[in-house]
């Protein structure tokens, strides 16, 4: 019999992906606030409320789970992860897959996010439960973040942009996730998560610029504008600590390419370009 899963954040980046990718085989649970809004997106599996931010309720969404993953976004609200762990144990899950970053091995970053995501390991891993951590690197759907400006043909903006991240795309983030969770072996592990290259903004809107036919400009953001720009999105401490991860790409800390997905997978991470294909339309 295939193990029952859980998705908690079953509309996020990496959970949607998870989500339809397990559908079709298996039992999947796609914890959520609003289960008819994830009803009327398309969400892989069954949606069955959830509110992270109260334990009442969690306990008996994730009854008779057999395994869950666990993606939360919310440095200012650790109760999540706390109250998962919790309702998780206590509804005889066996095994969690949880979703991190890859910088809590950087022994350099020190930022609110990281001293966050570092936190929620040692909580699961403290958990009486078999956990799988997946570290990725940052994903390349956040270049997402551009389309705006590439579709008015105003330049793409970004702090450092000459520096490199091995971004990952989400997909292969999910695609780890879904071996991790249906799959013997991974419990007690941790897997890294990065794409094939390490490359800058500059880079990737080059990229674009080429897929798209048409020239596109980077232009460079001053540390002020950027800060302004997390500001108008995030709260103070956030905002300073997105500041604060840059800094450790200016650094060269998040350049390292691992060969995790396609140990795991059997396939080789997909490129920036090939992510970009997929989404072009969103650029257009």
């Given at each position: 019999?295939?193990?029952?899963?859980?998705?908690?954040?079953?509309?996020?980046?990496?959970?949607?992906?998870?989500?339809?990718?397990?559908?079709?085989?298996?039992?999947?649970?796609?914890?959520?606030?609003?289960?008819?809004?994830?009803?009327?997106?398309?969400?892989?599996?069954?949606?069955?409320?959830?509110d992270f931010g109260r334990r009442a309720g969690l306990e008996r969404a994730l009854e008779g789970a057999d395994?869950?993953?666990?993606?939360?976004?919310?440095?200012?609200?650790?109760?999540?992860?706390?109250?998962?762990?919790?309702?998780?144990?206590?509804?005889?899950?066996?095994?969690?897959?949880?979703?991190?970053?890859?910088?809590?091995?950087?022994?350099?970053?020190?930022?609110?996010?990281?001293?966050?995501?570092?936190?929620?390991?040692?909580?699961?891993?403290?958990?009486?439960?078999?956990?799988?951590?997946?570290?990725?690197?940052?994903?390349?759907?956040?270049?997402?973040?551009?389309?705006?400006?590439?579709?008015?043909?105003?330049?793409?903006?970004?702090?450092?942009?000459?520096?490199?991240?091995?971004?990952?795309?989400?997909?292969?983030?999910?695609?780890?996730?879904?071996?991790?969770?249906?799959?013997?072996?991974?419990?007690?592990?941790?897997?890294?998560?990065?794409?094939?290259?390490?490359?800058?903004?500059?880079?990737?809107?080059?990229?674009?610029?080429?897929?798209?036919?048409?020239?596109?400009?980077?232009?460079?953001?001053?540390?002020?504008?950027?800060?302004?720009?997390?500001?108008?999105?995030?709260?103070?401490?956030?905002?300073?600590?997105?500041?604060?991860?840059?800094?450790?790409?200016?650094?060269?800390?998040?350049?390292?390419?691992?060969?995790?997905?396609?140990?795991?997978?059997?396939?080789?991470?997909?490129?920036?370009?090939?992510?970009?294909?997929?989404?072009?339309?969103?650029?257009?």
């Amino acid at each position: 019999m295939s193990p029952r899963i859980a998705v908690a954040g079953a509309t996020g980046t990496v959970g949607r992906h998870l989500a339809r990718l397990l559908a079709g085989t298996h039992d999947v649970r796609a914890l959520t606030r609003s289960p008819e809004r994830a009803a009327r997106s398309g969400v892989g599996g069954r949606p069955v409320r959830a509110d992270f931010g109260r334990r009442a309720g969690l306990e008996r969404a994730l009854e008779g789970a057999d395994a869950l993953f666990v993606a939360t976004f919310d440095p200012g609200a650790p109760c999540h992860d706390e109250h998962l762990a919790a309702a998780a144990e206590a509804a005889g899950v066996r095994h969690v897959v949880k979703l991190s970053a890859l910088a809590v091995l950087d022994t350099g970053a020190q930022d609110l996010i990281t001293r966050w995501q570092r936190d929620c390991e040692q909580l699961w891993q403290s958990s009486g439960l078999t956990c799988t951590l997946l570290r990725a690197r940052a994903f390349m759907s956040n270049a997402l973040g551009w389309a705006g400006a590439v579709r008015a043909g105003e330049p793409v903006r970004t702090l450092h942009g000459d520096t490199r991240n091995a971004c990952v795309d989400p997909a292969d983030v999910a695609g780890v996730a879904a071996r991790a969770l249906t799959v013997p072996g991974h419990q007690g592990r941790a897997h890294a998560l990065t794409g094939p290259h390490a490359l800058s903004a500059r880079d990737q809107v080059a990229q674009l610029s080429g897929l798209l036919r048409r020239p596109l400009v980077h232009a460079e953001l001053s540390e002020r504008e950027a800060l302004d720009r997390w500001r108008a999105r995030y709260p103070e401490p956030v905002a300073q600590a997105m500041l604060e991860r840059v800094g450790r790409q200016v650094a060269g800390a998040k350049e390292t390419v691992t060969q995790d997905v396609l140990r795991v997978t059997g396939r080789p991470p997909a490129t920036f370009g090939a992510w970009a294909r997929r989404h072009l339309a969103d650029f257009r």
